[in-house]
């Protein structure tokens, strides 16, 4: 079976400070799909980043760093120095094609960035 | 600056009345999505489509739930008859991936569903 998990339901820090949104991910696949989503106040779903299965290196945009270890079924994701305008709920999901086609989402972390 | 666009943003209902929601995919997308979200359930895919043909729609409840992409410019959600167990904010979204999932999805605002 498919899963995603995201442990930390509401997270809090203080801005400037470095955080990490922990996923952790089940599946007997082989080949399969992460992403990171933001939500932000507004409500519509961004997209932050994809990573397949079959590479493993760490990626870096600015602030936003993800850790991808297949090891530990994890791709975790930290922002670093936060700012208030990173409050959002961010959603880790997990797109697998065995049998029919499956997108499942984690139940998101609630992130707040206090000034 | 291409969107998603989905209407209506708010729709209020009485229980079993049929509701329609729309959805206008980025030109020249070809994998449209349904999700729901609630608070108990977080989101759920409801039905995706690829170049109009449903690929999956096993998250919808099928006696109460359709959804349909009459062209390629949008594409429909349809409650009948709804209940308060409805009440969600419904997104769509919309990708240009060859495979359904594979790439990036691109979200409508939503639709804000109240079932009375």
């Known amino acids: 079976a498919q899963k995603v998990t995201q442990a930390q339901t509401e997270i809090s820090v203080v801005e400037k400070e470095d955080v990490t949104l922990d996923c952790v991910y089940e599946?007997?696949?082989?080949?399969?799909?992460l992403f990171w989503y933001k939500q932000p106040p507004s409500g519509e779903l961004v997209f932050l980043i994809r990573?397949?299965?079959?590479?493993?290196q760490n990626e870096i945009s600015g602030r936003y760093s993800w850790n991808f270890q297949k090891s530990t079924s994890s791709f975790n994701f930290t922002i670093t120095a936060s700012q208030v305008v990173d409050s959002a709920v961010y959603f880790c999901?997990?797109?697998?094609?065995?049998?029919?086609?499956?997108?499942?989402f984690g139940t998101g972390t609630r992130l707040k960035v206090l000034a | 600056d291409a969107r998603v666009t989905q209407t209506p943003r708010h729709k209020v209902t009485e229980m079993g009345q049929e509701v329609t929601m729309r959805c206008q995919p980025i030109?020249?997308?070809?994998?449209v999505f349904w999700y729901r979200q609630t608070m108990m359930q977080g989101l759920e895919l409801l039905a995706y489509?690829?170049?109009?043909?449903?690929?999956?729609d096993s998250g919808m409840p099928k006696d109460r739930f359709s959804a349909e992409m009459p062209d390629a410019t949008l594409a429909t959600l349809k409650i009948q008859p709804s209940e308060p167990r409805d009440s969600a904010v419904y997104f769509c979204?919309?990708?240009?991936?060859?495979?359904?999932?594979?790439?990036?999805?691109?979200f409508g605002p939503g639709t804000r569903l109240t079932v009375l």
């Open positions: 979204a919309s990708g240009r991936g060859e495979l359904a999932g594979r790439d990036e999805q691109f």
């Open positions: 599946t007997r696949d082989t080949t399969y799909y």
């Open positions: 990573r397949n299965s079959f590479d493993e």
């Open positions: 999901a997990l797109f697998t094609t065995s049998g029919t086609y499956k997108y499942i």
């Open positions: 030109l020249g997308h070809n994998t």
């Open positions: 489509f690829r170049n109009r043909a449903p690929l999956d």
